[in-house]
């Protein structure tokens, strides 16, 4: 006998939470903002709607369906099964945070405060979540194809991101590698940097924009299901024993970039969570390129 489906909201502790949860109290929280110049109900009332929306996604998981639900800092103890319908509730961000986590599942985000975020990712009102389900599960939904970036060390350990992947020190101070391209004769060049950054079509929107904006470079911005990346490297700086001439590029989809630690201690980090890095040492290698897995996002 099949199991009925299971569908996985996700979510995170809200502004407001994370304000009483510090200061103790609802009162307390409004006199510390008040302090600030910031009002408390402005941050409560994001709170109710995030709330309400949540409420509102779980009532419309039909009645014989299984669901359950899980907040963005539990992610990484939770088992997402190969049927899930994963059901992102909150800002474009959380779903990035969720893709890493996944294997094929479709994903639906629902906006909890429209006009405040983008949209990028969260497409979906909560109202119109009951039928989102009923198609997605049927197949008849649309979904995009999301390319995503990963990172693989030489001792297996395995990064993915959606967004992109930041390789360089903690605290981005001055990291010291070797950055070579896997397709480019050999080619290696000893750096000193702030970090090298490779992205997606979805980061597109985000943090490797500013940096080709800021670039002003020939390369072409990839599109969200498009395979191919772009990468930069933020401040590299030219010593006798460091140069500047690998800086920035992309990668097709069978191509790779290297990276050999010479530092006492690098990490790399997807989407912004720190917390979540791949620590790699002096004389570790890491290679980044386009994820084989995408992520199923519905549209």
Known sequence: MSLAPRVVLVHRTTEYEELVARHGTHGQAAFFLSSRGRDIEEVAERHR???????EVASAVPMTWRQAQVERADLDRFLFAP????????????VANVAKYLTGQPVLGIDTDPGRNP?????????????????TQSGKGDVDELTMVEAV????????????IYLGAVGHQTARYRLGLEDDGGVVEAQASSGV?????????????????ERGTHLRLPAPTEDRLLWYVREAWPSPATGTSLVAGELAAASRLHLTVES??????GD?????????????????????ERLRLVG
């Open 119 to 135: 949209g990028v990712l969260v497409r979906h009102r909560p109202e119109d979540a009951g039928k989102l389900f009923v198609s």
């Open 83 to 94: 049927e899930d319908l994963v059901v992102v509730v909150g800002q474009d961000g959380l």
């Open 272 to 292: 912004g969570m720190e917390t979540d890095a791949v620590e790699l040492t002096w004389g570790q290698t890491v290679r980044v390129g386009v994820c084989r």
């Open 264 to 269: 006492e201690r690098l990490v790399a980090f």
């Open 197 to 213: 950054l490779v992205g997606t079509g979805t980061g597109a929107t985000g943090w490797i924009r500013s940096v080709w904006q």
């Open 49 to 55: 709607r995030a709330r309400r929306a949540l409420a």
């Open 153 to 164: 060390a030489d001792d297996t350990q395995r990064l993915v991101a959606l967004n992109e």
